[in-house]
């Protein structure tokens, strides 16, 4: 997926930029980098973070570097943030998102024959790379930047320094959210609030849907309003955001707590112990035990010390290996116990299966399993955290194919839990991941549990509605 944190400031403000770039690290797996403008240029420095931390890269870089303004990236796949001189002038820009028709755009743009893209090693243009000759077609920055709204089919949110400020640009549908905080000083622009509060930021605004602000020393300027839609993803309570952060005034682990909640309230599952599987899961887990008063505990544990992200590296194999390794059993919690754990979702269910397999060696008794969400049926169009899946590998897609024999023509009927198809999809997914039970959260109580109304949320993921 990615997040992106940006600072201006009337002091040298490098080591917020750092630190607030690294609290965006739950949210990407490839590249970690950042961009300072010191006065005279911007420097950059872009690093791969597969297979280590984004600190440990930038750590021995940071003494050397000074500047009042900077933005930082955790990006899921392509290097930025990236530097660009034009006719509009210097800048740095970093964008996250999802860009479906970036092909379409890039042959679009041929049409001016003195444009032309820098190919990673797979064959591939930069997205970024991309949006910013969008932005250089027009005659200004705000008609760059809305330009990129109009044209981008999927979500594009973009940070864009200049020597001036930092405008920022949320995606047209606000699927992503841009949030500022203020201290005295300085302002910063981040995808996640959880970023303020250790830097001495409280929180002061955040964009809507299509909203694009220039952020000063002076505060925040208004460039063009917010649009009237929006389709902000769900999946950022229930699984992506991280626990201390608040999107659109709703916390995230408040919001867990209300969704486990209404997990317990449906269930009568007879259980000796709740536990969440980490991290995600844990609120989750907090709020059916609050509910349910059956006991919280921790039958296994997160060897956080070396697996203290939760998925990488990219290799699929590499990361079912990574995922069975990093959980170590408490054999005097699992031996002979009746457990029910909440996970934040099912995706393929490969790794779920190997954990239960794992506590079924540890001779515990049942091992139930509730998902905080509904069966995901359909990949997500709209941002890059799956871009690497299959919609066949999907453990409900596995489950209607093994049903039907086929791929059938709609897909209806298995995302509505009133119908006999959706019991049978489930009771697939239970026997095949060898769990005694599985349920799932239904859609309309996911939706109250964040709680800013259902017509501002995307739920294409669970019944493929835009």
Known sequence: ????????????????????????????????????????????????????????????????????????????????????????????????????????????????????????????????????????????????????????????????????????????YG???????????????????????????????????????????????????????????????????????????MNVEMMRYRNGAALAANDNVGIDLIAGIPDSGIGHAIGYSNQSKIPYGRPFIKYTPTWSRSFMPQDQNMRNLVARMKLMPIPELVSGKRLLFCDDSIVRGTQLRETVDLLYKCDAKEVHIRSACPPLVYGCKYLNFSTSRSEMDLAARQAIIALEGRQPESLSAYCDPDTEEYDAMVDCICKRLNFSTLKYQNIHDMIDAIGIGKEKICTYCWNGKE
């Open 1 to 172: 997926m990615g997040g992106f944190f940006g600072v201006v400031s009337n002091e040298d403000c490098v080591m917020d930029v750092y630190f607030g770039t690294d609290y965006h690290s739950h949210l990407g797996t490839s590249r970690g980098g950042m961009s300072i403008w010191n006065g005279s240029h911007f420097g950059k420095s872009i690093h791969n973070i597969e297979n280590t931390q984004f600190r440990t890269k930038f750590a021995s870089e940071i003494p050397d570097i000074k500047g009042n303004m900077g933005i930082g990236c955790i990006s899921d796949t392509d290097p930025q943030p990236l530097t660009v001189r034009s006719h509009l002038g210097r800048y740095a820009i970093s964008t996250v998102g999802r860009i479906n028709n970036l092909e379409e755009i890039a042959d679009s743009v041929f049409s001016n024959k003195y444009i032309h893209f820098m190919e990673t090693s797979k064959g591939s243009i930069n997205p970024t790379e991309l949006v910013s000759i969008i932005i250089d077609q027009e005659n200004s920055f705000k008609d760059g930047l809305l330009k990129v709204q109009e044209i981008v089919q999927g979500s594009c949110s973009i940070l864009l320094m200049t020597p001036k400020g930092i405008y920022a640009s949320r995606d047209r």
């Open 175 to 249: 699927r992503t959210p841009i949030l500022i905080g203020k201290k005295d000083g300085a302002y910063c622009a981040s995808s996640e609030s959880c970023t303020f509060a250790n830097l001495g930021y409280t929180s002061e605004y955040e964009l809507g849907p299509g909203e694009i602000i220039l952020l000063t020393t002076d505060g925040v300027e208004k460039i063009s309003p917010p649009r009237n839609e929006m389709k902000i993803c769900a999946f950022l309570w229930v699984y992506y955001g991280y626990p201390s952060s608040t999107y659109e005034g």
